[in-house]
């Protein structure tokens, strides 16, 4: 049998040990040997079931890592890399982790396990005293978003100040001990253990340490107080925070596909709740079964917005579902190719309809809809081919030079009601859209064209709606966010 180490394990030595006591005397009441038995019941299933229930020990950690979406981890006391190799499981592709290890017989043992695993390539491992190794990294003006402490337990207080005095947690980032309850030596009054009492010493530090607010065995780095905004962040959020689109509504008109599917993802992935429209129903369908997947809440509608019926179920739908609309994406959009001359009216009817009549139409219902909600916002998909352009196009150029001038116009008479209006304008994005027959042969043109030497991708786009969608950019009105790799500069 095992040595009981943790406070747990210790409880239920002492009360089996109290138990057989009372077994071996016959005048022990009932009644305390009935609370022993339950005691020891409660105590003794306690590790047992946790371990049954858990898919593994090494999830812990990585469980940390996700909850706490850390991308930069620092180890302090690796041993045999096991925790290191279960933290950079955590992490994202890009993530990494460096491991502070004394014993360079260490880092060789745990060095090919890492190689071996997917995930090892995150890992740097740093032998030498763990203090030499911060000074180098703070020197470098290295930063991380955890910090795992778990080295000699005398200098934890020392690697703990380093870390805060030096910068190298981030603000918000979380700082994690391992054994700070020491076999139950920290509290016990009769403590002389050395590391022990270096844990008491610690933990009484730390939680009197205004710099960071405290989870028993994690530290969480907080800001001093201050009014000033840039210091703290509007309303006490940094400025990713304020991209963050939590309890928000959107739609996406378009969605089925290409920049309108990227633009589901992006608002989705950003916290709001998200309806997929597209006249394709299965299109819609399947995107709005993509979000699900990945834990977004999404709904998706058939709707062809160059109908007013539509337009206005559109709309209807989704504030009846969650009761309120705070985002329009108004992306859906359509283009025909042809010569100036061969245009038929009917092609220009049908392209402005949906690019310019569709478009203006969503914007008046949604307006309509939801001013009492008195903060939406509404992006719509220019193009920066609303600029002259060699390619043949004449109806889809002026109705997206129309979508431009009506976000202006949108942009500022609605200002006074909470709304903001601004636009999009892509260059040439890689889509179905420009995979057209027609259009094939311009690729190679355009390429020579685009500083930037591509074309874009829809996630190139991403960013900007989300920007655009958030509280971060009240201040822009009207405006056509023009993203084209230079093209129009050249
Ligand atoms: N692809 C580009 O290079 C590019 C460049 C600049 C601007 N844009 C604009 O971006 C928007 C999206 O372009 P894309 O390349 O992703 O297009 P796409 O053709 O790949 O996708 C458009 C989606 O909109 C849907 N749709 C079309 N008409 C609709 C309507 N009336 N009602 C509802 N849904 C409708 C289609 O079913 C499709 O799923 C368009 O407004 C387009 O003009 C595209
Ligand atoms: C408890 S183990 C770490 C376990 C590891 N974090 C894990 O979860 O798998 C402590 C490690 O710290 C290392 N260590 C002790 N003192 C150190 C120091 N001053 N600098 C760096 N590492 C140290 C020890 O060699 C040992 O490998």
Known sequence: PSVPDTPVEIIVDLLSKAKNVAAARGDVPKELTSYLQKALDIASGLDDYLEK???????????????????????????????????????????????????????EFAQPIFDKSPHGKKITVKTGSAMDTLKELAAAGEQFDM?????DKDNYINYYNFILD???????GVICVDNSLFKAKVYLEDTTDRNGL???????FVSNDPRVEQVSVCGHRELTNSDDEVFRGVKGRSILDRMRLEGKVAYVTGAGQGIGRAFAHALGEAGAKVAVVDMEQNKAEAVA????LKGINAISIKADISKSEDVQ????TIVSKWGALHIACNNAGINMNSASE??????????FNVNLRGTFMCCQVCFTGCLSQNCVKVCDSGSHRD???????????????????????????????????????????????????????????????????????????????VYLASDASDYMTGHNLVIEGGQSLW
């Open 147 to 151: 910090v795992f402490i778990d080295a």
């Open 166 to 172: 030096n910068n190298l947690l981030r603000i918000q």
């Open 198 to 204: 270096a844990l008491r010493e610690f933990n009484h």
């Open 289 to 292: 079964k993509e979000l699900f």
């Open 387 to 465: 600029l002259p352009h060699p390619q043949k196009q004449l109806s889809y150029n002026t109705s997206k030079a129309g979508v431009v001038k009506l976000t202006q116009t949108l942009g500022t008479e609605w200002i006074d009601r909470g709304v903001r209006v601004n636009c999009i304008s892509p260059g040439i994005v890689d889509t179905p859209l420009i995979h057209s027959e027609s259009l094939r042969p311009l690729v190679q043109r355009w390429l020579s064209d685009i500083p930037a030497g591509r074309l874009a991708q829809v996630t190139d786009l991403q960013a900007a709606v």
């Open 53 to 107: 229930m858990t898919t593994q020990e090494s999830q812990t950690l990585k469980m940390l890592i996700h909850m706490s979406q850390a991308k930069r981890v620092l180890e302090i006391g690796m041993f045999t890399g096991y925790g290191a190799l279960s933290m950079a499981e955590g992490l994202p592709e890009d993530g990494c982790l460096v491991a502070c290890e004394l014993e360079p017989y260490l880092k």
């Open 313 to 316: 179920r559109m709309i209807d």
């Open 342 to 351: 061969d245009t038929s009216l009917e092609e220009w009817d049908q392209t």
